[in-house]
């Protein structure tokens, strides 16, 4: 767990819960009251939220957003929140956390990233606003069903049975793709104007969400056209047409925003952060975050910890 100097936002690292790097998964159910609510805070991990009980606000990126029993949502890493529960409440969740590289490219490419994943790669990247008044709902038997797959993650965890890795993989995925059904009938766009275009759309927001999870591993357009199925060309040519982006210019903008908080929030060296967000030759990273920031990686973080210090107020 590291504490940063960032608007007093404590920082958790993977490490305090996920003791396999093969593995990187935890699971199991909290309930907070007035006492034990986490302060506001980021991680590293991709973290899913189950409310099984009670009611609360959740304080997400500094907005304000009301919570009850079947609510479910995602929190992506370095997105910062907590939840104010009211005095004599509790608030029951089940916590699914877990890295990206949980699922690699192999997986992906036998299961088809299409909308029977969108609950993973399209919703969690809206708008905050849209995000959270869209969120998924659960009541009566879907709730029934959600808590029970997710009761049987927790049940697998904790025993470590012999299997128990590969099988919380294929049942991670089933409830992603579960939950990704539900989102997509609860959100479902009556009779567009352009159905194509919303097709259109729907696809690069997957592709996003695709580039957004695994930023940090070897990406290539072969192998992206490979995995949606569709030609280099083409993939290139819409890509650019509704992002404004080419795909690699859209890799590096993550990759670089990325490594930005990392050197504003973290102590660890430029060359280990070129690595963490998918650059194997540090000269090449910084080269690139040069041209594309205006300073050297060594600069940006040594300006940014005198505005740090200048803006800490006294009790912080």
């Given at each position: 767990m ?5 608007g ?15 593995f ?10 007035t ?6 805070h ?13 009611e ?7 907005e304000?957003?009301p919570?009850s ?16 529960v009211?005095?004599n409440?509790?608030?029951?969740i ?6 990206p ?9 036998g299961?088809g990233?299409?909308?029977s994943?969108?609950y993973?790669?399209?919703?969690p990247?809206?708008e ?9 709902k659960l009541r009566g ?14 049940d697998e965890?904790?025993?470590?049975r ?5 099988l919380?993989?294929l049942q991670?995925v089933q ?6 059904r ?8 009556t009779e567009p104007?352009n159905?194509?275009a ?10 996003c969400?695709?580039?957004e999870?695994h ?14 199925n569709i ?15 080419t795909?690699i ?16 929030e973290?102590?660890e060296?430029?060359?280990?952060i ?10 090449f ?6 041209r594309?920031?205006g300073?050297s ?8 910890n ?5 803006s800490?107020l006294p009790g912080?």
């Amino acid at each position: 767990m590291i504490v940063k100097g960032v608007g007093c936002e404590l920082r958790i690292e993977s490490s305090l819960y996920m003791e396999e790097e093969e593995f990187p998964f935890w699971i199991d159910h909290t309930v907070h009251t007035t006492r034990n609510t986490p302060p506001i805070h980021a991680h590293d991990f991709i973290e899913l939220v189950y409310v099984t009980e009670g009611e609360a606000e959740h304080l997400f990126e500094g907005e304000h957003y009301p919570l009850s029993k079947g609510d479910v949502f995602i929190i992506n890493p370095g997105e910062v929140h907590t939840y104010q529960v009211k005095p004599n409440s509790e608030l029951g969740i089940v916590n699914c956390l877990f890295m990206p590289s949980l699922f690699n490219e192999a997986w992906l490419r036998g299961l088809g990233i299409s909308e029977s994943m969108d609950y993973f790669y399209v919703h969690p990247f809206l708008e905050k606003c849209e995000r959270f008044h869209r969120c998924l709902k659960l009541r009566g038997q879907e709730a029934e069903d959600i808590r029970a797959k997710l009761e049987e993650l927790a049940d697998e965890f904790k025993s470590k049975r012999k299997g128990y890795s590969p099988l919380i993989r294929l049942q991670l995925v089933q409830l992603l793709i579960v939950l990704s059904r539900i989102y997509v009938r609860q959100n479902v766009i009556t009779e567009p104007l352009n159905v194509k275009a919303h097709e259109r759309k729907m696809f690069i927001q997957r592709i996003c969400g695709y580039l957004e999870r695994h930023y940090d591993q070897k990406i290539t357009i072969a192998s992206l056209s490979e995995l949606f199925n569709i030609s280099t060309r083409h993939l290139n040519r819409t890509f650019k047409a509704e992002t404004g982006k080419t795909v690699i210019e859209f890799i590096h903008h993550i990759r670089i925003t990325r490594a930005m908080k990392l050197l504003t929030e973290t102590n660890e060296k430029v060359i280990w952060i070129a690595m963490d967000v998918g650059y194997d030759d540090p000269a090449f990273f910084t080269r690139l975050f040069t041209r594309k920031v205006g300073c050297s990686p060594g600069k940006y973080r040594d300006q940014s910890n005198v505005e740090t210090l200048q803006s800490d107020l006294p009790g912080c």
